[in-house]
């Protein structure tokens, strides 16, 4: 079945870049997510790429998305303490409704 | 900006009492849904709703559980008889129009439901 896998922690130093990794199964996924969720917070929106594209930047944020690899990644450029949060991944298939998320992957940024 | 808002934010409940949650989705949105949490656990999808029906549910969505929208503005997930297993947190979420994928999801604060 469908499943998004992402590993569970992300340490680094405050001005560096952080780069979080998502992998996926279902090869007909469509869109891809990134979501952040702060403590006692809901799932923020952060960016989202189709399938046809590789690279989308928005700001800080760059997506790389390798679908050969079925494999995306979330680039934060200058990481702020506020920056830390737990980031989920989620990819929808086209002809559902749902998403399917990841573990989430936990940024701690040192000062 | 428009957010997906949900009430209460924490609710206690006994085993095998209703506990109703409630949401109220960006008001031009058409596309209603419900996932869950469970602590340390993914997110889970339970159900999504268009068109005054269920579009799609998964597994979890078994006969206990029910979704309405009531008037033009609420969105509620039923519990019929809660079990300790429900105890998660439970996002509401709302999507615009335009086909099913090319708008992104809408999240809510959650409710986390605690079940004694």
């Known amino acids: 079945g469908e499943d998004v896998e992402q590993s569970l922690f992300l340490s680094v130093r405050e001005g560096d870049s952080s780069v979080i990794n998502c992998t996926y199964t279902d090869s007909s996924s469509t869109y891809l997510y990134w979501y952040k969720q702060e403590p006692g917070a809901g799932l923020q929106l952060l960016t989202y790429?189709?399938?046809?594209?590789d690279m989308k930047q928005d700001q800080r944020l760059t997506v790389l998305l390798n679908k050969k690899d079925k494999h995306l990644s979330l680039r934060i450029a200058d990481t702020q303490t506020g920056d830390s949060a737990i980031y989920f991944c989620a990819e929808s298939t086209s002809g559902t409704y749902k998403y399917i998320f990841g573990t989430g992957t936990r940024l701690k940024v040192l000062a | 900006e428009p957010e997906v808002t949900q009430t209460p934010s924490h609710q206690v409940t006994q085993m095998g009492q209703e506990v109703i949650l409630r949401c109220v989705p960006i008001s031009n949105h058409l596309y209603f849904y419900w996932y869950r949490q469970i602590l340390g656990q993914k997110v889970e999808f339970l159900v999504s709703?268009?068109?005054?029906?269920?579009?799609?549910k998964s597994e979890i969505f078994d006969d206990q559980f029910s979704v309405e929208r009531p008037d033009g503005s609420n969105f509620t997930l039923k519990i019929r008889s809660t079990k300790l297993e429900d105890s998660a947190m439970y996002f509401c979420?709302?999507?615009?129009?335009?086909?099913?994928?090319?708008?992104?999801?809408?999240f809510g604060d959650g409710t986390r439901l605690s079940i004694l």
């Open positions: 979420a709302s999507k615009g129009q335009g086909t099913v994928n090319n708008q992104p999801q809408h």
């Open positions: 790429i189709f399938s046809n594209m």
């Open positions: 709703f268009y068109n005054n029906e269920i579009s799609e």
